[in-house]
């Protein structure tokens, strides 16, 4: 089992950036493919991005393609997202995930995914 914090979230103007980080805990993260989602208020949970075990492959939703790069380093067991160019429309909670049954599943379904942090919100001022 692995346990999942989010940091570095926060307030940014719109156009500005934010590079989140998920730390994970156990000796198995980099035997995990991961991702990240998001969720407005209202909303449901919506895909980002996703990257394998590896970090040699990743997916992204068409909405934030060419603003946000997903990224980890396995030697500190941490998933990245920078965010590039954010828009008000960007501002949610965002989740890191791990797939537990796949090193290199680029999933984008929610319940593909078996741990999940707590969150941290991300809210971006027009």
């Known amino acids: 089992q692995v346990q999942l914090v989010e940091s570095g979230g926060g307030l940014v103007q719109a156009g500005g950036s934010l590079r989140l980080s998920c730390a994970a805990s156990?000796?198995?993260?980099?035997?995990?493919?991961m991702g990240w989602f998001r969720q407005a208020p209202g909303k449901e949970r919506e895909f980002v991005a996703a990257?394998?075990?590896?970090?040699?492959?990743?997916y992204y939703a068409d909405f934030v393609k060419g603003r946000f790069t997903i990224s980890r380093d396995n030697a500190k067991n941490t998933l990245y997202l920078q965010m590039n160019s954010l828009k008000p429309e960007d501002t949610a909670v965002y989740y890191c995930?791990?797939?537990?049954?796949?090193?290199?599943?680029?999933?984008?379904?929610?319940?593909?995914?078996?741990?999940w942090g707590q969150g941290t919100q991300v809210t971006v001022s027009s």
């Open positions: 995930a791990a797939d537990r049954l796949s090193q290199s599943r680029l999933a984008a379904t929610a319940s593909l995914y078996d741990y």
């Open positions: 156990g000796r198995t993260f980099s035997s995990y493919a």
């Open positions: 990257i394998r075990w590896s970090g040699g492959s990743t």
